[in-house]
């Protein structure tokens, strides 16, 4: 079983910083691309950075030069650094595992954290 927990979400005022984290299940033995998404109310859940087992990253426009994505392999945890935080960045912020291998066997499904909330507001 494949289970992502996040933590470090929060509110914070415009302009500051938060740090997310999100940690998968020890029987996993590798994962091929992590990434963080979210859904702010009303809107449908969007990309925000993905960053893969060779650490090559990709972020949405929208928060480019603002946020970096980092991971360790090892632990097979991922961090998302957001600084210069906007009111537009609040949202649910979900971590994201794909093609993951636990005991030999790769499975390439899309597998989500339970979600941790992220309010920029003054």
Do not use: H
């Not at 020890?26 to 925000?48: C, D, H």
Request: aromatic share 8%; proline share 2%.
């Amino acid at each position: 079983q494949v289970q992502l927990v996040e933590s470090g979400g929060g509110l914070v005022q415009p302009g500051g910083s938060l740090r997310l984290s999100c940690a998968a299940s020890r029987n996993i033995f590798s994962i091929k691309t992590m990434g963080w998404y979210r859904q702010a109310p009303g809107k449908e859940r969007e990309l925000v950075a993905i960053i893969s087992s060779d650490s090559s990253t990709s972020y949405a426009d929208s928060v480019k030069g603002r946020f970096t994505i980092s991971r360790d392999n090892a632990k097979n945890t991922v961090a998302l650094q957001m600084n210069s935080l906007k009111p537009e960045d609040t949202a649910v912020y979900y971590c994201n595992a794909l093609g993951v291998v636990v005991a030999g066997v790769r499975y390439e499904n899309n597998y989500w954290g339970q979600g941790t909330q992220v309010t920029v507001s003054s």
